[in-house]
């Protein structure tokens, strides 16, 4: 289904300038909306190929065989309407950039609960370590590794997420972040929870 951003037309002109950038075939033209969207929306080729033949019957593309392939050019009709219907086409890619930041955001949120989570647990169990060893009498080096090995943790979750953010922003200029990435990052995460946590017991 074409998504609200894509009203009446909107999408035959966004194709238009796709093939304004350089002569696409069909399934080209799906992964560049793919990548625009962050991974948000990826069109069908029955969304796509009908509307190709459309631009091709108004006469703003051409296209031409490329081996199995067919691939779709723009003409100079087609340049001109997206000359005169540039405004539309920049309302198109604000509206692109808002879907893609709204992904971004949601991926920092998982990243910042995660690290808050591991934080939590390693405190957790460095209070019960150092209580423990009160309970042996080793309370000085047990408490002293336990309250070192905390701080170092917590700099070691610090640095991943600060370098995780910025590789996301980068990730969500080039509208490169996938739309399970959020869902693929709280499962490693978790995996990893469970992991530090099966070390501490």
Partial sequence: ?????????????????LLAEQPRHGYE????????????????????????????????VTKTSDGRKTVYSITEAGRAELATRQGELDAI????????????????????????SLR????????????ESKQHG???KQHADSTRALREAEMVLTEFRQQLRADLRTAAARSQV???????????????RADILASLT
Avoid at 38 to 55: E, V
Avoid at 178 to 183: F, G
């Fill in 178 to 192: 996938p739309l399970d990435t959020v869902s693929e990052l709280r499962r490693r995460l978790a995996d990893v």
């Fill in 1 to 17: 289904m074409t998504p609200p951003v894509f009203s009446h037309g909107s999408l035959r002109l966004y194709l238009l300038s």
């Fill in 93 to 116: 890619e604000n509206e692109v950039t808002d879907s893609v930041r709204r992904l971004a955001d949601e991926v920092r949120s998982g990243v910042n609960a995660a690290m808050k």
């Fill in 29 to 60: 033209l799906i992964q560049a909306l793919s990548e625009r969207f962050g991974g948000t929306y990826s069109p069908s080729a029955g969304t796509i190929y009908p509307r190709l033949a459309k631009l091709e019957e108004d006469g703003l």
């Fill in 138 to 140: 080793t309370e000085s």
């Fill in 120 to 131: 939590a647990d390693l405190a957790s169990a460095a209070r019960q370590a150092a209580s």
